[in-house]
C-alpha cells in the first residue's frame, strides 16, 4: 500500500479555539444553540455512518441510487482529473464517481475535519486504487477552501445534503467561496435533499432505534471529553421537527428537568430549564427553483440536475459562469431509470 501523510490544514490548537468560541457564543445565546459540526469526532462519524444505514434515513440511498446511474454521465460531461470531496467522511459514494471516473482521473482529495477516521478511509480507497494520488486533508472545508490542493479539471463534490446545514446567508458565502476556487474548465457536484412529506423527513431524523438521538447527544459528549464540561447526554432529550417557513427539518436537546452544567475551559456556568430546548442542526430542504436561483446568485451555471425516480433526492452539476455567458443550460427532471 502506498504510504501517504494527511495534510494538516486544521491544527489542534485552531480546532479547540473554534470550538470553544462556538461554544461559548452558543451556550450564552437565547435560544442556545450548537454547530452540527461539532458532532463528528470519531464516535460521531462512525454514528452517522450508521445513521445512512437505517431505514427511516433515505437520503443516503437516493444520491447513492443517482450516482449509480449518473455517474457516467457526469464523467463524461467533466473529464475530471482530479476530485476534490468536501466532507468525504467514509467515502462509500465515492468510489461510484471513481469508477466512473477511470483512468483519466488522476488525483482524489478527501477533506475532512476527522483526522484518523480520515485516514482510515483514504487508506482503503488508496488500496483499491493503487494508481490514483490520493491526497488526504484534514482540514475545516467552510475555513480553508484556498489551501486546499486542486489540480487541472477539478470536480469539487460535495455530497450527502450536506449544503442544507448552513442558513441561506451561509450558503451563499460558502457557494461563492467554492465558486472563487474554479477554473474554467472545473466543476461543482452538490448533493441536496428536496422537500417532501413532513413525517417522512421527521422520521429520517429521529428513528425508532434511537441512533440520531446518540449522534445528537454525542456533541454533548465532544464538549465534556475536550472542554471539561460536566454534561449529563441522558440528561437532554432528542428532537426533532420540521419548520414549514424556513423549509427544514431543525434537530434539538431537550433539557430533562432544570439543570446546571460547568464547562471549565471556559469557566462558564450555563442553566437550563426545564424543558428548554437547544438547536444542535439545521438541515434545509430544497425545491429545484431554489437550488437554481442561490447557484446563479453565487455565480454558477447549471450543466445537469438529476432526481431518483420518487424526486426524493437530486445532484446537480454546476460550472461557474463565464463573463459573457450566452447559453445557459436549463435544468431538467432527469430522473433514474
Do not use: C
Amino acid at each position: 500500500m502506498k504510504l501517504f501523510e494527511i495534510a494538516q490544514f486544521l491544527k489542534p490548537e485552531e480546532l479547540d479555539e473554534a470550538l470553544r468560541a462556538d461554544v461559548s457564543a452558543g451556550l450564552t445565546s437565547q435560544p442556545k444553540t450548537l454547530p452540527p459540526k461539532w458532532f463528528y469526532d470519531d464516535r460521531g462519524s462512525e454514528l452517522f455512518t450508521e445513521i445512512t444505514r437505517l431505514e427511516e434515513y433515505y437520503p443516503t440511498r437516493r444520491e447513492r441510487a443517482i450516482l449509480a446511474a449518473r455517474a457516467g454521465e457526469i464523467a463524461s460531461a467533466t473529464g475530471a482529473r482530479t476530485l476534490v470531496e468536501l466532507g468525504a467522511g467514509s467515502g462509500e459514494k465515492t468510489r461510484l464517481l471513481l469508477d466512473a471516473l477511470g483512468a483519466s482521473l488522476e488525483a482524489y482529495v478527501p477533506v475532512d475535519v476527522s483526522g484518523e477516521y480520515l485516514r482510515d478511509a483514504a487508506e482503503k480507497i488508496a488500496a483499491e486504487y493503487p494508481a490514483l494520488a490520493v491526497r488526504p486533508v484534514a482540514a475545516d472545508y467552510e475555513r480553508h477552501l484556498s489551501r486546499i490542493p486542486g489540480g487541472p479539471r477539478k470536480l469539487v463534490a460535495f455530497l450527502g445534503g450536506t449544503i442544507g446545514n448552513m442558513v441561506p446567508q451561509e450558503r451563499h458565502g460558502f457557494l461563492s467561496a467554492i465558486r472563487a476556487t474554479l477554473g474554467p474548465d472545473d466543476a461543482l457536484l452538490l448533493g441536496a435533499d428536496l422537500v417532501k412529506d413532513e413525517k417522512r423527513l421527521v422520521r429520517a431524523y429521529d428513528d425508532e432505534r434511537g441512533v440520531t438521538a446518540e449522534f445528537n447527544r454525542n456533541v454533548l459528549r465532544v464538549i465534556n471529553a475536550r472542554l471539561g464540561a460536566d454534561f449529563v447526554p441522558e440528561a437532554f432529550e432528542h428532537v426533532a421537527v420540521w419548520d414549514p417557513d424556513d423549509e427544514w427539518i431543525e434537530m434539538r436537546l431537550r433539557s430533562r428537568g432544570r439543570q446546571e452544567v460547568r464547562v471549565e475551559a471556559l469557566d462558564l456556568t450555563v442553566r437550563f430549564a426545564d424543558a428548554e430546548e437547544m438547536r444542535t442542526e439545521i438541515s434545509a430542504k430544497f425545491r429545484p427553483e431554489r437550488l437554481e436561483a442561490e447557484l446563479d446568485a453565487a455565480g454558477y451555471t447549471l450543466a445537469g440536475f438529476w432526481t431518483d425516480p420518487d424526486g426524493d433526492f437530486s445532484l446537480t452539476l454546476a460550472r461557474p459562469q463565464k463573463d459573457h455567458d450566452s447559453e445557459e443550460m436549463s435544468p431538467g427532471r432527469l430522473t433514474v431509470g
